[in-house]
């Protein structure tokens, strides 16, 4: 992949990525206890592009901050969809494995933001039940329907 395509991807990523979370914030979706990030249907592109994975981990940290997060959320929560996206990046052979990564570091990392960077007095196991249910809806169940639709218009399968 050229220099230049590979930018302009990941570009194009984070400002997906922005947008979607700016429009999830604006439903009471993107952020709290119970979250369902639609832009996080957007983990799976790693399957597709190398590109998606900096460009997932900058959209990420850019949503954060536009959001108002506090500094341990923009470095943790970030840090938890670059893993998610090197996973999944791993996994772009699996259709189905490829999004467990990004709903498994959600789920282990977030709770604990929550709790130490928010002070959510929730109990640990009950706030990563609800993370990795908003998860399992945006990467799962989204990021499968967004697999097929991507996988269709390019009429490619995913580089392997």
């Not at 604006?26 to 592009?49: D, M, N, W, Y």
């Not at 981990?57 to 670059?82: E, K, R, Y």
């Not at 090197?86 to 699996?94: A, I, N, P, S």
Request: aromatic share 8%; glycine share 8%.
């Amino acid at each position: 992949m050229k220099k230049t395509q590979y930018i302009a991807q990941a570009g194009i990523i984070v400002a997906m990525y922005t947008v979607l979370t700016l429009l999830s914030s604006v439903l009471g979706l993107a952020s709290g206890v119970i979250q369902v990030r639609v832009s996080e249907a957007l983990c799976i592109l790693p399957c597709f592009t190398p590109a998606a994975v900096p460009g997932l981990f900058i959209g990420c940290a850019v949503s954060n901050i536009i959001t108002g997060a506090v500094p341990w959320d923009i470095v943790f929560g970030s840090a938890a969809t670059l893993i998610g996206a090197v996973g999944t990046r791993l996994l772009k052979g699996h259709r189905i494995l490829a999004s467990i990564p990004p709903i498994a570091a959600n789920t282990l990392i977030i709770p604990f933001v929550l709790r130490y960077a928010y002070g959510a007095e929730d109990a640990l196991p009950f706030m990563m039940a609800t993370v990795f249910a908003g998860e399992f809806i945006s990467c799962g169940v989204l990021g499968q329907l967004l697999y097929t639709a991507v996988n269709k218009r390019i009429k490619l399968h995913p580089d392997k």
